[in-house]
């Protein structure tokens, strides 16, 4: 018995086998997606991007308070947990009391494992402090939210978290201006810290 194709069944097969090859490498990237801890979505995206307007005000109004969240990040020890404290500041340098300060923790490179808390009034005035439950070394993401009364104020900033050694600030973003070299009157550069 000799079997031939007809040519307008290879058609059809090229084709059917195109579209199950190309589900197939779908569901596989959906698989490795979702399965990279180091990967994450941003919640709320579509949100936060609607809002972009009072994502702004907040920016002025945080410049308009002119407070300062001056954040301190002991060891990890254990790999567990760190000590994490704030000291609220205003624009004066005074600082702030009766607060209620909040904090998300990113970890840069597990960014799905957010860790959330409330940090409370410690004994000394506009100290605040919280054990927050971080197993990660390395850079951290901090988003914190300061309300007393009826201001808000927001910031983010970025600690390179230690098992050994208190968290350093990080200030430095690749990407981002440096003011000397602007002031120069040269392109921005990227540093490579």
Excluded: C
């Excluded at 090859?21 to 959906?30: A, F, K, R, S």
Aim: aromatic share 6%; net charge negative.
């Amino acid at each position: 018995m000799n079997f031939r194709p007809q040519a307008r069944h290879i058609w059809p097969a090229i084709v059917i086998g195109l579209l199950t090859v190309d589900t197939g490498v779908g569901i596989y990237m959906m698989h490795v997606a979702n399965s990279d801890p180091t990967v994450s979505v941003e919640p709320d995206y579509y949100d936060k991007a609607v809002k972009w307007d009072s994502t702004e005000a907040q920016a002025r109004r945080n410049n308009t308070l002119g407070w300062t969240i001056l954040p301190t990040l002991g060891p990890l020890g254990d790999g567990h947990a760190a000590a994490f404290a704030v000291t609220l500041r205003d624009g004066n340098g005074t600082t702030i009391d009766g607060a209620r300060i909040e904090v998300s923790a990113i970890p840069v490179s597990a960014a799905d494992h957010v860790v959330q808390g409330v940090l409370t009034d410690s004994a000394s005035a506009g100290h605040y402090a919280i054990t927050l439950p971080m197993a990660h070394t390395g850079l951290w993401q901090l988003q914190l939210i300061a309300t007393r009364g009826t201001d808000r104020f927001t910031a983010d900033l970025r600690v390179d978290a230690s098992l050994t050694e208190s968290g350093v600030m990080v200030v430095d973003r690749p990407g981002a201006a440096i003011p000397e070299r602007l002031r120069a009157g040269m392109r921005p550069q990227t540093s490579l810290r």
